[in-house]
């Protein structure tokens, strides 16, 4: 099982470039999400997708827009990149079931993205 | 608006046990998670807490005190592998099932 998959793993940009970060999972996650985590830092929700169709902004949204594509997959595009974007990005899923249910959420393995 | 707060970081010993402390401010709350990170790693599930009280898996356990809001990862028999950062994420209510994480904990573990 691949579980996530985040394509590329690294990316250099120059600033004002354009790029979309791809995200598909193999596990019928209803839900997937895409990260951002500079270093000695958490990871910082940039949007989710609660279910297919639907996309709603995370905590740090500027600078940023999604695609839902189809159940497995997600996608994260910076339309003007920035130097400020520069973080490894994360896309995670999980399946969401009762109010108290543990819903673990399966993270890819980051894309490294660099911005000059 | 939702905020966790974990020590930076956390130095043990081989064998030791070792105790990450999380406490939490949100509105509403349906669980406190805990994820483990090898540096330039993904992130792993490790443990959930929805109710009050200690879960155990294996040599990981997990407590809550929801009147405190308050949770701690427990590590015991320390091994060199366990050199991780340690993050706890709340689920807060009607939020689809996203979670907000704390800074995380480096934690190294000596010989």
């Known amino acids: 099982n691949a579980g996530v998959t985040q394509t590329p793993k690294f990316q250099v940009l120059k600033t004002g470039q354009s790029m979309t970060l791809q995200c598909a999972q193999d596990m019928n996650h209803n839900s997937m999400y895409w990260y951002r985590q500079d270093p000695g830092m958490g990871l910082r929700l940039i949007y989710y997708?609660?279910?297919?169709?639907?996309?709603d902004k995370g905590e740090v949204p500027n600078g940023y827009n999604v695609s839902r594509l189809n159940k497995r997959e997600f996608s994260l595009r910076l339309e003007s990149a920035a130097p400020s974007q520069t973080s490894v990005y994360f896309c995670a899923s999980s399946v969401i079931q009762g109010k108290l249910s543990n819903q673990p959420q399966h993270f890819g393995d980051g894309t490294r993205l660099s911005i000059l | 608006g939702q905020s966790l707060e974990q020590p930076s970081e956390v130095t043990a010993v081989e064998g030791a046990i070792v105790q990450i402390n999380c406490t939490y401010q949100t509105s509403g709350f349906y669980g406190l998670s805990w994820y483990q990170q090898h540096d330039g790693g993904a992130p792993t599930f490790l443990s959930y807490?929805?109710?009050?009280g200690l879960e155990e898996t294996g040599r990981f356990s997990s407590f809550l005190s929801r009147s405190d809001s308050y949770g701690y990862l427990l590590l015991q028999e320390l091994q060199m592998k366990d050199s991780a950062s340690y993050f706890c994420a709340v689920r807060g209510e009607n939020q689809g099932g996203k979670l907000i994480f704390g800074q995380g904990t480096e934690l190294s573990v000596k010989p």
């Open positions: 997708s609660a279910s297919e169709g639907t996309t």
């Open positions: 807490n929805a109710l009050d």
